[in-house]
């Protein structure tokens, strides 16, 4: 069982930056594709990125070019740096780890960003 807790959500005015982290617990961190995803209400929960063990990274087309992810494996941490944030950016973002078993999910993190 992987339990995974997000953090750094916030408010933000548009243009600026947020970093999320996701803390990874009771599995082999390096093992899993880590991803983000993202939700507003009356939607579809929706790809943001991922990073596989690997290290090779996927973006939304949205996204590209404004959100890093990465991963410490050290720290079984997946983080998601956020730049020039848009207010179509504000959603819940929640984090996913994909393995051999079923897919785990965190709580979410509420990222609002005013325009």
């Known amino acids: 069982q992987v339990q995974l807790v997000e953090s750094g959500g916030g408010l933000v005015q548009a243009g600026g930056s947020l970093r999320l982290s996701c803390a990874a617990s009771?599995?082999?961190?390096?093992?899993?594709?880590m991803a983000w995803f993202r939700q507003v209400p009356g939607k579809e929960r929706e790809f943001v990125a991922d990073?596989?063990?690997?290290?090779?990274?996927n973006y939304a087309d949205s996204v590209k070019g404004r959100f890093t992810i990465s991963r410490d494996n050290t720290k079984n941490t997946v983080y998601l740096q956020m730049n020039s944030l848009k207010a179509e950016d504000t959603a819940v973002y929640y984090c996913?780890?994909?393995?051999?078993?079923?897919?785990?999910w965190g709580q979410g993190t509420q990222v609002t960003v005013s325009s």
């Open positions: 996913k780890a994909d393995g051999l078993g079923p897919a785990y």
């Open positions: 009771g599995g082999t961190f390096s093992w899993y594709c």
């Open positions: 990073i596989r063990s690997s290290g090779s990274t």
